[in-house]
């Protein structure tokens, strides 16, 4: 059974930091690239940051400079790091690994920054 699970999120203040954390089993996770989704209310769920298995990343202009994804395929889990936070970057944050055809999502976990 394929089980993405995120943690990390929680309320802080604008200018603040955090770490989400995407932990994965049952796939090979190093052969997954690795994406972190947000879905903000009323809007639709947008890419922040992926890494792919070779460990190239790429991110959405709205976090270039402020986020780092990175992943630790020892322990089959992936890594957002989140810095200078802005309330416009309130969501739900998701995991995602893909890989071909083969597509799973994490639950996600909430990120709410106050003003």
């Known amino acids: 059974q394929v089980q993405l699970v995120e943690s990390g999120g929680g309320l802080v203040q604008a200018g603040g930091s955090l770490r989400l954390s995407c932990a994965a089993s049952?796939?090979?996770?190093?052969?997954?690239?690795i994406g972190w989704y947000r879905q903000a209310p009323g809007k639709e769920r947008e890419l922040v940051a992926v890494?792919?298995?070779?460990?190239?990343?790429e991110y959405a202009d709205s976090v270039k400079g402020r986020c780092t994804i990175s992943r630790d395929n020892a322990k089959n889990t992936a890594y957002l790091q989140m810095n200078s936070l802005k309330p416009e970057d309130t969501a739900i944050y998701y995991c995602?690994?893909?890989?071909?055809?083969?597509?799973?999502w994490g639950q996600g976990t909430q990120v709410t920054v106050s003003s």
């Open positions: 995602a690994a893909r890989n071909f055809n083969l597509h799973y």
């Open positions: 049952g796939i090979t996770f190093s052969i997954f690239a």
């Open positions: 890494v792919d298995s070779g460990g190239t990343t």
